[in-house]
């Protein structure tokens, strides 16, 4: 399917796929910078994985491998804090399990497991202070703020401490609607090593539409 055959969606983002709820929570400045953001599937979402790198950081990704018995996930928690920032997943579940929402494992309505894989980025120290990253309240604050609304992108939620080739890095988020009227949607954590700045200009690879300004000579 060519890129011409697709066309831009409403929201331009993850939360143009029906059932799908985005939230952030994050803390900047007096030695943090860091956060965690929440993709909430209330009703359950089939979800699949594919874990790669030399320093992966991940809670609950196995239960994503076809061959087990879960089938559905309630929510998605993606954060900083490294192998700390975990933590952020408690606070999902917390919330989960209050409002009835998870995997039924009894016959009362109470007997449920919610379903949370999580995934960290490493920006510990960003902020000045390297004890300072998610903990539960972090995941119960991004889930309680979970909208159908625009997703805010940029230095929000577990991007708020990431960097891309040493400049500030973030939430990127983006969608099409395709003739058949499926919606194909993304969100990316981009905290990535490498180059974002080609050397030839001076200017982003991808600069287009960036809408950048040339910076005053104090600069």
């Not at 359950?44 to 790198?53: F, K, P, S």
């Not at 309240?137 to 040493?166: E, M, N």
């Not at 890095?169 to 919606?183: K, M, Q, W, Y």
């Amino acid at each position: 399917m060519s890129a011409a055959t697709a066309v831009p969606s409403v929201r331009g983002g993850l939360t143009d796929v029906p059932g799908l709820r985005v939230g952030h929570a994050h803390r900047i400045g007096r030695g943090w910078r860091t956060g965690t953001t929440v993709v909430l599937a209330a009703d359950g979402a089939v979800a699949g994985c594919d874990v790669r790198g030399g320093g992966p950081g991940t809670r609950e990704t196995d239960l994503l491998r076809p061959e087990a018995m879960i089938d559905r996930i309630q929510a998605i928690c993606l954060s900083g804090g490294s192998v700390y920032g975990l933590a952020a997943a408690d606070g999902v579940v917390g919330w989960l399990e209050e409002h009835g929402i998870g995997f039924r494992v009894g016959q009362d309505v109470d007997q449920i497991v919610p379903i949370v894989p999580a995934a960290v980025i490493f920006d510990l120290g960003r902020g000045a202070r390297f004890a300072n990253r998610p903990d539960a309240s972090f995941g119960r604050r991004a889930v309680q703020r979970a909208s159908r609304g625009k997703v805010a992108t940029g230095a929000v939620g577990a991007g708020a401490g990431a960097a891309a080739g040493g400049l500030q890095g973030g939430i990127g988020s983006a969608s099409v609607v395709l003739p058949d009227g499926t919606v194909v949607a993304a969100l990316a954590v981009v905290n990535a090593a490498g180059k974002v700045i080609d050397p030839a200009s001076g200017l982003p690879w991808m600069s287009g539409g960036v809408g950048l300004r040339r910076p005053p000579a104090s600069e």
